[in-house]
């Protein structure tokens, strides 16, 4: 089994930052990306960013060019910066660890973008 920790969530300002942070641990070995995916009141849960053991990046359309995904391997963690938030930020924010057979997901955190 592998466990997701999440934090770094919070309330913040439009054109504002934060970062999210995530750390794996139990049965790490096997994952082959990290990322996360968000959900909106009312909406489907979405893909913000992913990135491969190998580094290899996935981003939406809506965050590129905003948010930036990092990971360091040997620790197993992933973040994700965000710059220049948007209230269509606002979701609670859910860390995936991907591995062949199965995705592990974080207990998420809420991100809450208003002035």
């Known amino acids: 089994q592998v466990q997701l920790v999440e934090s770094g969530g919070g309330l913040v300002q439009p054109g504002g930052s934060l970062r999210l942070s995530c750390a794996a641990s139990?049965?790490?070995?096997?994952?082959?990306?990290m990322g996360w995916y968000r959900q909106a009141p009312g909406k489907q849960r979405e893909l913000v960013a992913t990135?491969?053991?190998?580094?290899?990046?996935n981003y939406a359309d809506s965050v590129k060019g905003r948010f930036t995904i990092s990971r360091d391997n040997a620790k197993n963690t992933v973040s994700l910066q965000m710059d220049r938030l948007k209230p269509e930020d606002t979701a609670v924010y859910y860390c995936?660890?991907?591995?062949?057979?199965?995705?592990?997901w974080g207990q998420g955190t809420q991100i809450t973008v208003s002035s």
């Open positions: 995936i660890a991907k591995l062949p057979f199965q995705n592990y």
């Open positions: 139990g049965n790490i070995f096997g994952i082959y990306a």
């Open positions: 990135i491969t053991t190998g580094g290899s990046t």
